[in-house]
């Protein structure tokens, strides 16, 4: 791991901690390294770290850092999003205490089952209930790190499913701090999108479950989880797939056409197993595997036309 950016300046720090201060129900740090909370293992200090520990508390959260004009992230799992390296004058907000419930809200006829999921609550966790109580519908996501808020937010999925299909409704905090439910019908689910507006907060979905053989269960999600061993890059710190697949072609074939498959720039590096995966070989900066992307991206235009779209969010 690059050696940590000192933090930001004590004024800095000051604006986030006079727009907090008087908030009850939120664990707060200060000049917290990114790279403990990102995947790739990369990033500076931002300026501040917000847990706030209920919906109310992430509400009024939100709204004092409005009222200041101070920016902010929802930062998920960290698993979709490359921090920067420098110190980083914002707030990055955590759903893993405001958004953690696993409730089951009602059977149905035929072993159906509705299930709801908050957005803080990490997608293994959600994976291994289901296995538990024998509930099918959500093993193509096993493996995938992150929280349920970002696997709705980017309507994760696989060519097994997507995890809009299960989809009943999910709930949001709009712009302005209020709650709001939308009905499945009412979103425009697609391709690593749910639709929500991105100044929207997912905090949570109902999904649509079926009971099944738990023994018939676990062997699917053994095979996700062979697949992905098989053929992802898993030792290493990554963010997954860094780009979306264009029309009727794989963003990883196209890289690997263009013969970057393990072009390394420092310790960021295209992935030997699979081509659209950038790893972190134990020191990467921020810059480094920007400048990979940025490489990536350049070389595919230039051989094929083809303009690469990202998939995970540069934060800045």
Known sequence: MPAESKGLSARQEMKFSAALRALPD??????????????????GPVACLALPRSER??????????????????????????????????AAILLKLACSRLLRLEEGTGG????????????????????????????????????????????????????????????????????RRLAREELSPGYRTMGVSADAIVTGGCFRLRKTSGESLQ????QVLDHRRRTQPL????????????PGQTAGALIEKAGLKGFRIGDAQVSSKHANWII???????????????????EIHGIFGVRLEREIRILD
């Open 112 to 179: 159906e089952v509705l299930l709801y999921a908050g957005a803080g609550k990490k997608v293994g966790e959600l994976v291994r209930y289901c296995l538990r109580n024998e509930l099918e519908g959500m093993e193509f996501l096993a493996g995938i790190p992150g929280t349920v808020g970002g696997a709705l937010v980017m309507n994760a999925g696989t060519p097994s499913g997507t995890i809009s299909e299960s989809l009943v409704w999910l709930d949001l905090i709009d712009r302005e701090g209020s709650r």
């Open 235 to 246: 030792r290493y710190p990554s963010a997954g797939s860094v780009f979306k697949n264009p």
């Open 280 to 298: 972190n070989r134990g020191n990467a900066s921020a810059k480094e595997i920007l400048a990979l992307i940025e490489k990536i991206e350049n």
């Open 26 to 43: 939120i664990e707060v740090s200060f000049s917290e390294p990114m790279s403990r909370h990102t995947t790739f293992r990369v990033g």
């Open 219 to 222: 062997d699917r999600v053994r």
């Open 57 to 90: 508390a992430l509400v009024a959260l939100l709204q004092a850092l409005a009222e200041r004009g101070l920016p902010h992230v929802i930062l998920g799992g960290g698993s979709n999003v490359l921090a920067p390296d420098g110190p980083w004058e914002a």
